[in-house]
């Protein structure tokens, strides 16, 4: 059948039942990841996964030892005892003040002048939220993180799982991580403010991003622990949050699957945001931080993870996070995995500046890619372009901070562009591709501000 001699040909496996060539399936490389997933949506979308198209990845989890258990933060445990009970007021509990939120519904961006004066990382209070439904509130002594599924050894059941406490991950060797969780749809407003197209979803500015510093559990101790098999496919984390329903369709809870191989390589089970317990909002007391990636792979408020030795799918890699329109496939892209690069100014949008003086722009720029490595910046709507100055650390899996002096010719209306270029060479574009979704808004945004 023509699609198994593609698929072979992809990534070195075989639909077709004869052993997998193992040294082609790199499913770490996330572009053959997006092709094979791809492919394999395409053959299901036509008819059905073949019940003979099971794979198999090397486990390559060397090095990911278990760990010595270390005292548990005592901030974190201390949570855990004085959860509150009952239910949310609103979508979202923390308190989103107007001058550091614009509320969208169940969602809430942080604006950016909120960010002017702060170090490297975004404060809690003002991190973006993004939630399909509403914030869950957990008791942590009584959660649990359940595993199952057959990529795990013995295939246990969903009825019967593997399971951790709260106190079980507290206890575990911890690592941290300085990385940003962005919305896929970060940016989306502009497809419409800046292209004129219309788009489904938020209308985000450029405030569904935020940098912070994520202490936890490396998933891949957790699944190994849990008996990972050489089988393992794809992973399925789910939230514990109310089931979500579009148009009057209930798709369940949130879940997104992962590929083992991403799992293994850098994803984090997340307790601790910024040296304190995970407030309610950003997934208390689990989460998933998956680094680089589309903020919906950062599941919250973790339940469980289905662990399969097939590829799994979801209402969250199939009709939403891929690209969809004239320029696309019927069934949409593949499913997005890197977020792109972008840039914003630490101004409120439309600001006012006094005239007659030298101010300094301060921005944030930032790539699913990896570091930044050149900003320029454009006060003349886009003539003429001159290098922002980096400073201060940059992890890679963050944004890196600029600065640059502008004194304004005069008073009126201008628009300030900056323009980032990461560490492959991308750059930000003038424009980018419609999608209907209004996903990956890459393109450089025309900040409009009033010189007095
Ligand atoms: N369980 C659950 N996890 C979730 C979501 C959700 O609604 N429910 N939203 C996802 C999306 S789309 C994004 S962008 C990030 C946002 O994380 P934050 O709210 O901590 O900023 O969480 C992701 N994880
Ligand atoms: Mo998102």
């Known amino acids: 059948m023509t699609f198994g001699r593609?698929?072979?040909?992809?990534?070195?496996?075989?639909?077709?039942?004869?052993?997998?060539?193992?040294?082609?399936?790199?499913?770490?490389?996330?572009?053959a990841y997006e092709r094979v997933r791809a492919a394999q949506w395409r053959e299901r979308f036509a008819g059905g996964l073949s019940r003979r198209a099971v794979f198999r990845i090397g486990a390559g989890a060397a090095g990911l030892g278990l760990g010595a258990a270390l005292p548990a933060p005592s901030a974190a445990l201390a949570q855990a005892a004085a959860v509150p009970a009952g239910a949310?007021?609103?979508?979202?509990?923390?308190?989103?003040?107007?001058?550091?939120?614009?509320?969208?519904?169940?969602?809430?961006?942080?604006?950016?002048?909120?960010?002017?004066?702060?170090?490297?990382?975004?404060?809690?209070?003002?991190?973006?939220?993004?939630?399909?439904?509403?914030?869950?509130?957990?008791?942590?002594?009584?959660?649990?993180?359940?595993?199952?599924?057959?990529?795990?050894?013995?295939?246990?059941?969903?009825?019967?799982?593997?399971?951790?406490?709260?106190?079980d991950l507290l206890g575990m060797r911890s690592e941290t991580l300085t990385a940003s969780v962005e919305c896929t749809g970060n940016g989306r407003g502009f497809f419409t403010s800046q292209q004129g197209q219309q788009v489904s979803g938020t209308p985000w500015k450029l405030g569904a991003v935020g940098v912070a510093r994520w202490r936890g559990v490396p998933l891949a101790t957790v699944l190994e622990r849990a008996g990972l098999t050489r089988r393992a496919v794809d992973v399925l984390p789910r939230g514990l949050d109310p089931d979500y329903t579009d148009g009057g369709e209930n798709l369940g809870r949130v879940r997104r699957p992962l590929p083992v191989s991403k799992a293994l390589k850098d994803v984090l089970l997340a307790y601790e945001m910024n040296g304190k317990p995970l407030p309610p909002d950003h997934g208390f007391p689990v989460r998933l931080v998956v680094p680089s990636w589309v903020g919906i792979a950062s599941i919250k408020w973790l339940g469980d993870i289905q662990v399969a030795d097939h590829p799994l799918f979801s209402p969250w890699n199939t009709r939403y996070y891929r690209l969809f329109g004239p320029d696309y496939p019927e069934e949409g892209s593949a499913p997005l995995t890197r977020m792109n690069v972008k840039s914003a100014f630490e101004l409120a949008w439309d600001a006012t500046l006094k005239g007659g003086r030298t101010h300094v722009l301060h921005g944030r720029s930032w790539s699913g890619n990896g570091r930044v490595r050149r900003v320029e910046v454009s006060l003349d709507g886009g003539a003429t372009w001159r290098d922002a100055r980096l400073h201060g650390p940059a992890p890679a899996r963050a944004w890196v901070r600029w600065e640059l002096p502008w004194r304004p010719p005069g008073p009126g209306r201008y628009e300030l562009l900056a323009r980032a270029t990461d560490e492959t060479g991308a750059v930000q574009p003038a424009t980018v591709p419609y999608n209907t979704l209004g996903y990956l808004f890459g393109a450089v945004v025309r900040h409009p501000v009033t010189v007095t």
């Open 6 to 31: 593609r698929f072979s040909s992809i990534a070195g496996m075989d639909l077709d039942g004869t052993q997998p060539d193992m040294s082609g399936a790199d499913l770490t490389d996330e572009a």
């Open 88 to 167: 949310s007021a609103g979508p979202i509990v923390k308190p989103l003040p107007p001058e550091l939120f614009i509320v969208h519904g169940s969602n809430a961006e942080m604006r950016w002048e909120a960010m002017r004066g702060q170090g490297l990382l975004t404060p809690a209070d003002r991190f973006f939220v993004r939630n399909h439904v509403s914030t869950p509130l957990i008791d942590a002594r009584t959660w649990r993180l359940k595993l199952w599924g057959t990529g795990l050894h013995g295939s246990p059941t969903e009825d019967r799982p593997v399971e951790f406490t709260y106190e």
